[in-house]
T-cell receptor, first 114, second 112 residues
Framework: GAGVSQTPSNKVTEKGKYVELRCDPI?????LYWYRQSLGQGPEFLIY????????DSGLPNDRFFAVRPEGSVSTLKIQRTERGDSAMYLC????????????FGPGTRLTVL | AQSVTQPDIHITVSEGASLELRCNYS??????LFWYVQSPGQGLQLLLK??????LVQGIKGFEAEFKRSQSSFNLRKPSVHWSDAAEYFC??????????FGTGTRLTIIP
């Protein structure tokens, strides 16, 4: 079956612009996660959804970052007033039910802020 | 504080040689432990995981890992590496709160 997909694969934007990154999880997976991976680092947790609600958003760095999952499937990570420091690979993962279940990762969106 | 450490940033091994990648953690209890591999342009793929029970766990692609409580370690091993094993390897830990905490990764280079 299809894995986790993320679009776009690459996004280049200018400082101060607004961007949206999309994640399509594996069908039927109720848990969805966003991570951010800077160059030379491991992924860092941003936010976790169980169904439509954000169960843990403790990793969002500031209020410029926001994520939604209105129908419990596709999720969008939104970044306002982008800064050069936001440049990173943004990874999405889904899991059948959350908890300790395996998280299946998408290929990521590489965001570059000029 | 809860943390995970991968001491080796980059390792080079010859094809056919054995491999051990180190992972250490800091936590007051037994965490849930994972190893992921990331190839260029690919998503993170789970190699293996440890939750409880037998401390030697087998994974995909011929990898295994051993949990050693006394050393707070979960090292990844493979008896004979193949050129296709060249990738970035991440140790990750779930400290019981849904999210994964990743190490900084070890880049593996294979030489013929």
């Amino acid at each position: 079956g299809a894995g986790v997909s993320q679009t776009p694969s690459n996004k280049v934007t200018e400082k101060g612009k607004y961007v949206e990154l999309r994640c399509d999880p594996i069908s039927g997976h109720t848990a969805l996660y966003w991570y951010r991976q800077s160059l030379g680092q491991g992924p860092e947790f941003l936010i976790y959804f169980q169904g439509t609600g954000a169960a843990d958003d403790s990793g969002l760095p500031n209020d410029r970052f926001f994520a939604v999952r209105p129908e419990g499937s596709v999720s969008t990570l939104k970044i306002q007033r982008t800064e050069r420091g936001d440049s990173a690979m943004y990874l999405c993962a889904s899991s059948p039910a959350g908890g300790l279940g395996e998280q299946f990762f998408g290929p990521g969106t590489r965001l570059t802020v000029l | 504080a809860q943390s995970v450490t991968q001491p080796d940033i980059h390792i080079t091994v010859s094809e056919g040689a054995s491999l051990e990648l180190r992972c250490n953690y800091s936590y007051g209890a037994t965490p849930y432990l994972f190893w992921y591999v990331q190839s260029p342009g690919q998503g993170l793929q789970l190699l293996l995981k440890y939750f409880s029970g037998d401390t030697l766990v087998q994974g995909i692609k011929g990898f295994e890992a051993e949990f050693k409580r006394s050393q707070s370690s979960f090292n990844l091993r493979k008896p004979s590496v193949h050129w296709s094993d060249a990738a970035e390897y991440f140790c990750a830990i779930n400290f019981g709160n849904e999210k994964l905490t990743f190490g900084t990764g070890t880049r593996l280079t294979i030489i013929p």
